[in-house]
């Protein structure tokens, strides 16, 4: 079984930064896909970023060149490190893994964290 556990979030100023931390455990991690989500207060969950087995990337359009993913070696901790923060990043953000095979960045996942929020002030 996967465990997930965010840290990291917080409030920040307009332009500011955070990294987000995703500590995760289980079998075989080398296995899984990793991803980042967010979901606002009256919205839907959003895909913001992920990275694939083979350390290839992905980003919704409206955080690229400012967000990036990352992974530690051994697969131990996931990385979200934000800059450049807008008032519109502001939400409760999401760690998640995915199972695969594959070496692609997935959209679909399997497992989630408890989450951890981002507060923007503009």
């Known amino acids: 079984q996967v465990q997930l556990v965010e840290s990291g979030g917080g409030q920040v100023q307009a332009g500011g930064s955070l990294r987000l931390s995703c500590a995760f455990s289980g079998r075989a991690l080398s296995s899984y896909a990793m991803g980042w989500f967010r979901q606002a207060p009256g919205t839907e969950r959003e895909f913001v970023a992920g990275i694939s087995r083979s350390a290839d990337t992905a980003y919704v359009d409206s955080v690229k060149g400012r967000f990036t993913i990352s992974r530690e070696n051994g697969w131990n901790t996931i990385y979200l490190q934000m800059d450049s923060l807008k008032p519109e990043d502001t939400a409760l953000y999401f760690c998640?893994?995915?199972?695969?095979?594959?070496?692609?960045?997935?959209?679909?996942?399997?497992?989630w964290g408890q989450g951890t929020q981002v507060t923007v002030s503009s």
């Open positions: 998640a893994a995915k199972y695969t095979t594959f070496y692609d960045v997935p959209r679909d996942f399997d497992y």
